[in-house]
Nanobody, 124 residues
Framework: QLQLVESGGGLVQPGGSLRLSCAGS????????IGWVRQAPGKEREGVSC????????NYAAAVKGRFTISRDNAKNTVYLQMNSLKPEDTAIYYC?????????????????WGQGTQVTVSS
């Protein structure tokens, strides 16, 4: 069964860092573009970042550009989201998602598979 498993969320103070991981189970991630989508309470879900299947290209939402970095280690079948300089407005559930398109995805509706999500809370 194809599964995406997120880890690495938690509570962090403003200005702190977290690294989220997304591991593939039952399939190899290197055939898919992989992205992170977040949803805060009462808000629409938002595409945060996406990396192509090859790892050669990536995109970022304007709100996180310069602070977040997406990467993939296909040998470990894992995609990472390094989040630095975190702000309270980054608080959300972060979902890992996979697209059968090998190129970067912009619209969250384009993803085909989703993980269960991991909570990130930025608060003092």
């Amino acid at each position: 069964q194809l599964q995406l498993v997120e880890s690495g969320g938690g509570l962090v103070q403003p200005g702190g860092s977290l690294r989220l991981s997304c591991a593939g189970s039952g399939f190899t991630l290197d055939n898919y573009a992989i992205g992170w989508v977040r949803q805060a309470p009462g808000k629409e879900r938002e595409g945060v970042s996406c990396i192509s299947a090859s790892g050669g290209s990536a995109n970022y939402a304007a709100a996180v550009k310069g602070r977040f970095t997406i990467s993939r280690d296909n040998a470990k079948n894992t995609v990472y989201l390094q989040m630095n300089s975190l702000k309270p407005e980054d608080t959300a559930i972060y979902y890992c998602a996979a697209s059968v398109s090998r190129t970067v995805v912009v619209d969250p509706d384009e993803y085909d598979y989703w993980g269960q999500g991991t909570q990130v809370t930025v608060s003092s």
